[in-house]
């Protein structure tokens, strides 16, 4: 009797230190986060006042600034989903072709991902320092000197700027999933191919893209929600300017928690923000399924 | 019944090979919780007989802080502990958060707007220190600077609902003027022992800083709380300080003309040419390289500034002079206060001990080696005899500080944000003054409205029968 029940419960207590740590740190946040979203509260008195979902309204109804800081981190998501991934891409294919140094390409390529947000903003705002920068002077230096400008503090180019940033630190991401991709297409398709009098482009459009297509939503994925979420790179350089330029969701959310002490509409705002990220994500899978079963 | 646990347990352990694995992950897990518990995650060291444990966010303080717990457990036996912090918007986050699990330490700083140390105080976290501050005649009180103390207290008939009191320790005092270079100003064929006193002459230093290959003025104004200093010091200059109180109110409008000219102070140095490239997302650390390498004539900085001038280039010769005016018949003032105070935690079993501490802390004695060490104004009025030429201009004008937390009221938050931000939009000319006072006064406008209908709809709350009313206020 014993050993029967033990060995029915095992299954469950198998799982229940993982499920402790997953309530643990995922469902009970978000369950606070949720609730609080609810209340008006200043995140250190020992009262909250219910408000229902005013917090909410306001969000929809009176936050110009939060949802143009969703199409400026939107702005941020196009330029890395394509520029990004395509220079991931080119160069997880160039070390694939066994270049000598390769390991070492692979080191370099990866580095970029694994520096500090904030110092890569630093040395990036040094970079396009309007004063003395690198960039303005090597323009001078090639006869376009009036390009010359700040970069970070322009209007109009502030947050391409910002995404030139976080592309050259986020493409390493990308790099080693394509190289891993790229690593488990048999050699054997593309030596019949070539015996078939297909060329590069060809064998590229055929063999590579639909055999590392789950690759490259895995990498879409993550690079919207990773540049959806950016902030770091943000606080370095702009800090949301010049006026509210470069603005993005997290540094709203941040602004309202702790700039106005409004925990409760930062909440809500966190809420509406996750739940933007989830249907994006989820429509991305959709879309990506249909494809596969069209091409399958 | 805990024999029985025992006996199920050895049942258990002695049935199956899977339920050994099982009590295997089961004690992983409770080691696991142990270890998170031990290393921090616990309120640990609330004994009255542990050292005092102090939290502070100036990490470039951390060997003088060093050395005085140690001189402090060689005179008084008792062990002092400092944890330091950065940078401050983590260090203001983590005093929250142990607020809320009432985590904090014996001694601590808040970092924050009046409304959110209210909300401390109102909590029970800050322990009101009026009465070892006057006993003996006011001895402690009188040691400092009286603006210093005053923004770590409450008045009596103060906006927030406070308790009356003292509540913190200003261990420095800062205030934010305008720092110059003297061998650049040379260099422009200007007196250096006589920088620009008009608003006229500073602006007219732009275009022969530029004629010279040099920055006019540098600050870190992407950080906006350095634009608003700089707003608040020429709008109480402007319009005094009754009428920056009475906009806050809402009875003179943000498109009022005194307001216009404020940020019309702001075009004017735009078009000058006497502002960095770039400004306004220029942090506060770029500005200070920009000044101490000898690239800009100007920097608007506080009182900190000296000892970062001092690291970074010993043998820069500077002055530090009051913004300059842009009325004659008025006065001008500077933005500062206390540099940076310690709280009691009023939970804490050690209050007394925590006392004893900052009452030595801010003695003369230790307020010296702080001076020595950090190159800020101390807060005890006593050690400030000795002061360097750059601090002692600082000292001298303590009594032209003004701070906004002091004022009757204070702006919301989304609208000085919004007037700040809207001073940027003006440094890269891409609005006007008028736009950006019209587009503050709406969003003013809309937030008073927001705020008369929640009031109105506790006002109906309250006058119902309590059996009508909604629980809207509920204890976390």
């Known amino acids: ?296 | 019944m805990i024999s029985q646990i025992f006996k199920g347990l050895h049942r258990l352990w002695s049935t199956t090979e899977s339920a050994k694995s099982l009590l295997g992950i089961c004690v992983i897990i409770w080691v696991f919780s142990v270890v998170l518990w031990c290393t921090g995650c616990g309120r640990g060291g609330s004994s009255p007989q542990a050292g005092l444990r102090i939290w502070h966010w100036m990490t470039d303080r951390e060997d003088a802080f060093a050395q005085l717990a140690k001189r402090y457990a060689q005179e008084h036996g008792a062990p002092v502990r400092f944890e330091l912090y950065a940078p401050s918007d983590l260090y203001a986050q983590k005093v929250r958060a142990a607020a809320q699990t009432d985590g904090l330490p014996d001694i601590y700083g808040i970092l924050g707007e009046m409304r959110d140390f209210a909300s401390f105080v109102q909590a029970g976290h800050v322990l009101n220190l009026t009465q070892p501050m006057t006993e003996q005649g006011n001895a402690w009180r009188n040691t400092f600077f009286p603006i210093a103390l005053a923004m770590n207290s409450f008045d009596d008939d103060n906006a927030y609902g406070a308790e009356e009191g003292i509540y913190g320790v200003p261990i420095d005092v800062m205030n934010i003027q305008l720092f110059y270079n003297k061998r650049l100003l040379a260099k422009l064929g200007l007196d250096p022992e006589q920088p620009p006193q008009t608003w006229e002459a500073f602006l007219s230093v732009g275009k022969l800083a530029k004629s010279q290959g040099l920055i006019g003025f540098v600050s870190g104004w992407a950080e906006l709380w350095l634009i608003d200093c700089f707003a608040t010091d020429y709008a109480i200059h402007l319009m005094g300080q009754k009428r920056v109180e009475a906009t806050f109110k809402g009875k003179v409008p943000y498109t009022d003309p005194d307001w216009l000219e404020v940020l019309g102070l702001f075009a004017q140095m735009r078009d000058s040419g006497l502002l960095a490239e770039g400004i306004v997302t220029m942090v506060n650390k770029r500005a200070e390289q920009l000044f101490a390498n000898e690239q800009a004539v100007f920097a608007f900085n506080g009182t900190w500034g000296v000892n970062v001038y001092q690291g970074m280039n010993p043998n820069l010769d500077y002055g530090v002079m009051m913004l300059p005016l842009v009325r004659q018949d008025r006065p001008m003032v500077t933005w500062g206060g206390a540099g940076s105070a310690l709280m009691v935690n009023a939970k804490s079993p050690r209050r007394d001990a925590a006392i004893a501490f900052l009452r030595w802390l801010t003695a003369e004695e230790q307020q010296r080696l702080l001076l020595e060490a950090t190159n800020n104004i101390p807060a005890n009025r006593l050690a400030t005899t000795v002061l360097s030429a750059p601090l002692a201009a600082f000292a001298d004008d303590m009594d032209k500080v003004v701070h906004p937390r002091l004022f009757d009221v204070q702006e919301r938050s989304q609208v000085i944000e919004a007037f700040d931000k809207g001073i940027q939009s003006i440094l890269i000319g891409e609005e006007t003054p008028l736009q950006v006072a019209q587009a503050v006064q709406e969003l003013k406008a809309r937030e008073e409205r927001r705020t008369a209908v929640q009031r109105s709809e506790e006002t109906r709350q309250a006058s119902l029968p309590s059996v009508h009313r909604q629980p809207s206020t509920v204890h976390r």
């Open chain 1, 1 to 296: 009797m014993t050993t029967t029940r033990t060995r029915a419960l095992a299954p469950y207590l198998y799982v229940l230190p993982a499920f402790l740590l997953f309530a643990t740190f995922s469902i009970y946040p978000f369950y606070k986060l949720a609730a609080l979203s609810l209340f008006d509260w200043d995140g250190i008195t020992p009262t909250m006042r219910f408000v229902g979902l005013a917090n909410y309204q306001e969000v929809f109804a009176h936050s110009p600034v939060f949802w143009r800081s969703f199409w400026q981190a939107g702005y941020i998501t196009l330029l890395a989903l394509v520029f990004q991934n395509a220079l991931a891409l080119a160069l997880a294919m160039a070390v694939n072709r066994e270049l000598r140094g390769g390991a070492a390409y692979r080191v370099i390529f990866y580095l970029p991902p694994i520096l500090s947000g904030i110092v890569v903003g630093l040395i990036w705002g040094w970079i396009y320092d309007g004063n003395f920068g690198v960039f303005n002077e090597t323009l001078k230096r090639l006869g376009l000197g009036d390009w010359a400008r700040s970069w970070l503090a322009d209007p109009k180019t502030a947050l391409t700027a910002v995404a030139v940033i976080h592309m050259w630190k986020g493409f390493g991401w990308g790099f080693v999933i394509f190289l891993a991709g790229l690593q488990t297409i048999p050699q054997e398709l593309y030596e019949a191919a070539t015996v078939d009098g297909a060329n590069a482009w060809c064998r590229f459009r055929h063999i590579t893209l639909p055999l590392l297509a789950p690759v490259c939503i895995l990498v879409s994925i993550l690079t919207i929600l990773g540049t959806m979420q950016i902030f770091e790179i943000i606080v370095a350089t702009t800090q949301g300017g010049p006026g509210y330029h470069t603005e993005v969701p997290i540094t709203r959310i941040l602004a309202s928690m702790l700039g106005s002490s409004r925990f409760g509409y930062a909440c809500s705002q966190g809420i509406v923000f996750g739940l933007i990220l989830f249907v994006v994500s989820l429509i991305q899978f959709r879309l990506s399924g249909r494809m596969e079963r069209r091409r399958a």
